[in-house]
DNA sequence: CACTCATGTTGACGATGTCAACATCCCGGC
DNA sequence: GCCGGGATGTTGACATCGTCAACATGAGTG
């Protein structure tokens, strides 16, 4: 429903002035709302967001909001959708800062820039795992962005193992046990059980449990 | 809608009439409060579920919540406190079923009785390990049932490391990668993640990857 | 220039968490 | 045995929330 077009508006707002229709009613109240929205999830956990508040936030009235979106779960997705995107983003960029790595090493990146992110936006990446946000075929963008993320972990596991870098398991069950490791670790932090004297930070943790299984796994592979 | 049977209330009432004053109204709200909560978490996930609608179910005006519990928070960490209790059980349960088990033997079957349990209780477990539920030390019972939960790894990792079937690292780096990988799998589980045709059920993966990741982790380690 | 559709507003409804004031009734001290 | 106090439960109210229906406005097209 409804085009979505709008994707962007890095605008300078005045310096663009007269290009293409800035100021209808608000300007770009989508855009408005969901990044009023980032910025209370940054702030405050969810569970504290409402959508009168975000109105608010906008100077828009209540109700404006449905002009934009179905309802609260519909704004809830598109920035999930957001933040995959942004998972994906990070991910993407820490491989590029290493580009002669080996297929292992390549996965072992892919984790440490999926936990960058999720410890860099807790409040965002708890959403994205939220009640049942994804799983839910009632948003298809957000299901493609979730699904392009996942990808990402698919194909390096995929990788490593022709490479002979990892068991010849199943890809689907080794990607699975990648993902499970690497997500536990990013919502054990968000929930602040990580943080003991005892532990080194979560960044460093990732790296290390990375090395770590990657190298146990290749050993055990024969 | 309003089925809401009102689930339980074991004591035979007027059997243990005698017994540690339990009957001054209604008999024992809290306690039929937190049943009616479980019921309501079992069916519907939570983030639905109202102070006011647990009134309803026991038949109770709104504000009698308030004499057993301060606010909602309250009461959810009283469930999360019980849902650690039950994590714990299971754990136990599970390690009790075969007692001959080496030391990194009983690791893994820690993990698989922690699965079992998220698995069973899908709501239940996210409300523990919900906005900040835990790491607040706003509630103590809770915090030590956590603890508890937690220090059964943490002794099977670090007799297992003891007895030489771990690489000699730090027990809270092991048990923290342990946690990890088990939360992550339980948690994308109940996200509806993993119900795909080319993956096996989780309770087969949470064996599997216990096995993969003991025995990788065991050769690993000289 | 008029029409139309997207956008935004007002007002309302039911539900929720929570507070203050009031009612009830079990219990231990006289 | 009575009685007064404190634990328990109730009524009524308030602010807030998500959402709906009816209405206003204004931008861009014919």
Redesign the pocket.
């Known amino acids: 429903m409804?085009a979505y077009v709008n994707v962007v508006n890095i605008n300078g707002v005045g310096t663009v002035s007269a290009v293409?229709?800035e100021?209808?009613?608000?300007?770009?109240?989508?855009r408005a709302l969901i990044d009023a929205a980032l910025a209370a999830l940054a702030e405050n956990g969810p569970g504290t967001?409402?959508?009168?508040?975000?109105?608010?936030a906008a100077?828009?009235?209540?109700?404006?909001?449905?002009?934009?979106?179905?309802?609260?779960?519909?704004?809830l997705a598109a920035i999930a959708t957001e933040g995959f995107e942004g998972l994906s983003a990070s991910m993407q960029q820490r491989l590029e800062r290493e580009p002669g790595a080996g297929r292992l090493r390549r996965l072992v990146i892919l984790g440490e820039g999926y936990v960058d992110y999720a410890i860099a936006h807790p409040a965002h990446y708890r959403l994205m795992f939220g009640p049942r946000m994804l799983a839910r075929g009632e948003y298809p963008a957000l299901a493609a962005a979730a699904a392009h993320s996942y990808g990402m972990l698919e194909q390096a596991v995929s990788d490593a193992i022709t490479a002979g870098e990892l068991p010849a398991m199943p890809e689907p069950v080794l990607s699975t046990l990648f993902w499970s490791w690497v997500h536990g670790l990013a919502m054990l932090n968000n929930d602040g059980l990580l943080a003991r004297s005892d532990l080194p930070g979560t960044n460093e943790l990732s790296h290390d449990f990375g090395e770590l299984l990657a190298n146990a796994l290749n050993q055990f592979r024969e």
Request: hydrophobic share 35%.
């Open positions: 409804s293409q229709g100021n209808y009613h608000h300007g770009d109240l989508r967001l409402s959508l009168r508040g975000l109105a608010r100077g828009v009235s209540a109700t404006a909001v449905y002009r934009h979106f179905a309802n609260k779960e519909d704004l």
